[in-house]
Nanobody, 127 residues
Framework: QVQLQESGGGLVQAGASTRLACEGS????????IGWFHQPPGKDREFVGA????????FFGDAAKGRFTISRENAENRVYLQMNSLKPEDTGVYSC????????????????????WGQGTQVTVSS
């Protein structure tokens, strides 16, 4: 089991960058693939991107490709979401989630495939 807590975010201007962090508890953090999800105001949650437990593989949704990157420091139990060239439509709550991939190397992009979730952090991009 792992507990997750996001940090970072806040109010940023369009075109700027910001970095979110996801910190996990426990000694088994490196066992989990980590995903990031975005919920815009009044809309459904959508997949942003994910990183494998080793950090060697990442996968992004269409809205994030070319603008966002994900990295992790397992020694610190942290995963980072670097968001560049932010747009007003990036506004919303960002949550990290963890899944134990077992023997699979496929990164998950659907929320129900993740077992553990943080509470989320708000990012507001002003135009």
């Amino acid at each position: 089991q792992v507990q997750l807590q996001e940090s970072g975010g806040g109010l940023v201007q369009a075109g700027a960058s910001t970095r979110l962090a996801c910190e996990g508890s426990g000694r088994t953090f490196s066992r989990y693939d980590i995903g990031w999800f975005h919920q815009p105001p009044g809309k459904d949650r959508e997949f942003v991107g994910a990183i494998s437990r080793s950090g060697g593989k990442t996968f992004f949704g269409d809205a994030a490709k070319g603008r966002f990157t994900i990295s992790r420091e397992n020694a610190e139990n942290r995963v980072y979401l670097q968001m560049n060239s932010l747009k007003p439509e990036d506004t919303g709550v960002y949550s990290c989630a963890a899944t134990d991939p077992g023997q699979s190397t496929r990164l998950r992009d659907r929320g129900f495939e993740y077992q553990y979730w943080g509470q989320g952090t708000q990012v507001t991009v002003s135009s």
